[in-house]
């Protein structure tokens, strides 16, 4: 079993910050990326950051120069700083991670979600 466990949410004003942190745990072996998805109200989930094992990330473009997605190796943890932060950036935020574990199996695995709120 892999769990991932996000923190951090909560409601900002416009124009602050607010860092994300995602743990995984469990029956870990390597884990390939992990990253952050968000979902608003009546809108698909999307992707907003990855990091890869290798250290290449991919960042959704209205984010870019914004948020900054970082990840500790030794501690199974990715984090998303979210600096200058807009209402649209409103959502329920989503930690992924693509894992083998350690019986040898690939999968995908998803966080229970965390809110973010930029609201004045």
């Known amino acids: 079993q892999v769990q991932l466990v996000e923190s951090g949410g909560g409601l900002v004003q416009p124009g602050g910050s607010l860092k994300l942190a995602c743990a995984a745990s469990?029956?870990?072996?390597?884990?390939?990326?992990m990253g952050w998805y968000r979902q608003a109200p009546g809108n698909k989930r999307e992707l907003v950051a990855v990091?890869?094992?290798?250290?290449?990330?991919n960042i959704r473009g209205s984010v870019r120069g914004r948020f900054t997605i970082s990840r500790d190796n030794a501690k199974n943890t990715v984090y998303l700083q979210m600096n200058s932060l807009k209402p649209e950036d409103t959502a329920v935020y989503y930690c992924?991670?693509?894992?083998?574990?350690?019986?040898?199996?690939?999968?995908?695995?998803w966080g229970q979600g965390i809110e973010v709120t930029v609201s004045s």
């Open positions: 990091r890869t094992l290798g250290g290449s990330t």
């Open positions: 469990g029956s870990i072996g390597t884990i390939n990326s």
């Open positions: 992924n991670a693509d894992l083998w574990s350690t019986d040898y199996v690939r999968g995908e695995y």
